[in-house]
């Protein structure tokens, strides 16, 4: 099971849930999952493309979804999924953990 962590800005599309668990082996497929349980979310992590918003960031583990092959990441058991807004402003160096752990 990979585990997604969705800000909450999307927790009212997957009924309040702040993580939901689904199956695959790519991130592709984990929207794909997760649009089967909560269409409503991934209406708001993908556009009419299907390519990832431009204010939506995507990151396995803690490492963001396009360093490591954008849709098409591979994920594994166990991984974690976190689907956060963009942030822009402040100080350059703020650690990414800050944000994972909203």
């Not at 098409?72 to 807004?85: K, N, Q």
């Amino acid at each position: 099971m990979i585990t997604i962590h969705l800000a909450s800005y999307l927790r009212e599309f997957a009924g309040g849930s702040g993580e939901v668990s689904v199956e695959g082996a790519t991130v592709a497929e984990v929207l794909s999952a997760l649009r089967a349980k909560h269409p409503g979310v991934v209406d708001r992590i993908l556009d009419e493309s299907g390519a990832v918003r431009q204010h939506v960031n995507v990151f396995v583990n803690e490492v963001h979804m396009r360093e490591v092959g954008g849709l098409g990441a591979r994920v594994g058991e166990g991984d974690r999924v976190y689907i956060l807004p963009a942030v822009s402003g402040g100080s350059c160096g703020a650690p990414r953990r800050a944000l994972l752990d909203r």
